[in-house]
């Protein structure tokens, strides 16, 4: 019998369990440690709660959880509850698959103002993760500035600028939802240091700001390079500058009829927050222009109101004691996911903050590949491990009471029970009240 711990319930991980029943079938045992008592990592807490179809890929990880030789061990923290070592005495094989769950610093004068969020932060509230449902975000102020180019940027836009009834069967927390319903945010910028050609934003994101209910979307059309220049770009790329040409086309008339304005400020780079009583209430903002790709400054700036901020400018990995660390690019060490024989990362934790949900598939596949290699080469010792049995003594001896996959099913009935009408669930956003529900 093979056993493998893989640390972190998200979407790496799941792929990775999946991957590893492919491969060793009855022959191997799978515990999946998080943090949380809950799984499924980014698509609970990250994936905007508006957008549900996508959430729909956890009932793949759910037929994966329910299989017999894989172990759901919730609310276990690698690294604080149980170390590495202890993790690589148990089990033949030790998967991160611990996402990158940390902002990336904006670190520019007047960053301790308050009202200055990172995503992670930001999105966390609004999703319920229980280390962001205490966020209270002050949204009295008319101005919220979104800085990032990315798909993260758009959705925290378009959720500050959601009503209320656009909110009909998303699973927003409810906290976040009245918040946001008191909101007296009537102007988001969103700013990027590049141009229209450097997005990372997705078609289907972007057109989605077409469908707002009270806001519309901005582009200056002096932004925008020449129609004929986007003929050499990717086609999906494509289609996103055409929505960017969309936007700057829409007449100032009708879009004067909307509460909201999103206004893209792309060529701008923040260089300061400026406040007053402590509280963020500009943004400075130095003019770029793109250089062999890159943005270049020129020297003038300008200032944009901002009364609160959202910072969409990427992730890091939390190092976890002991394990090597690449500090440069914020996340683990590796060679193509191994770190060293017998331990292995996946994922963000692996690549860094970028891709899909799907992309993370193709990187449990390999490490599923990697591991039965190493083990053919002996690099792994692959003598008897106690697995999940010496995991449950262990847990026992330093009173560790990990969450069971059928203690997340109770958690995730009584979510769904106490759904507002046409809501999926109204999720639990702290962990003792996630814990009892689990040993109701
Ligand atoms: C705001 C946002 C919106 C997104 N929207 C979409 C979208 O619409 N569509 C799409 O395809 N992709 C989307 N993505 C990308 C997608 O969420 C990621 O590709 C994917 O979740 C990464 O998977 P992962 O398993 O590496 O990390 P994660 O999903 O972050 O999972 C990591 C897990 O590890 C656990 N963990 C961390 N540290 C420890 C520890 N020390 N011990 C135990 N457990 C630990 C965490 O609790 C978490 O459950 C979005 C991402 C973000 C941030």
New binding site residues.
Partial sequence: MRHIAI?????????TAEAALKHWGEEVQIDV????PV??????????PD?QS?KG?ARRFEKTALNENVRFVGN?????DINIADLQRLYHAVVL?????RDKALDIPGKELSNIFG??AF?GWYNGHPEFAGLAPDLSGKNAVVIGMG??AL??ARILAKTRGEFAGADIVEHALDALDASHITAITIVGRRGPHQIMMTPK?LGELMHLERASPRVDPADLPEESADALLEPGLRKSVTHLRSFAAIPENIRGEAAIDIDFDMFASPVAFHGDGGNVREIELEETRVEAGRAVGTGRTYRVPADLVITCIG?RT?P?PDVPFDDRAGRFANDEGRILPGLYC?????RG????????RPDGYAIADLIAADLASKAIDTGSKQGAAGFDRFAEEHGITPVRFSDWQKIDAAEVAAARDGAPREKFVDVEAMIAAGES
């Fill in positions: 640390v972190g319930s998200g979407p790496a991980g799941y792929y440690f998080d943090a949380l799984p499924y990592g980014l698509i609970r807490t990250g994936v905007a957008h996508i890929v276990v923290k690698v690294g604080e698959a611990t996402g990158a769950p995503s992670a999105v798909n993260v959705d925290v994101e992730y939390s976890i996946v994922g963000w934790a692996r903050p970028s891709g899909t949900i799907g992309t993370n």
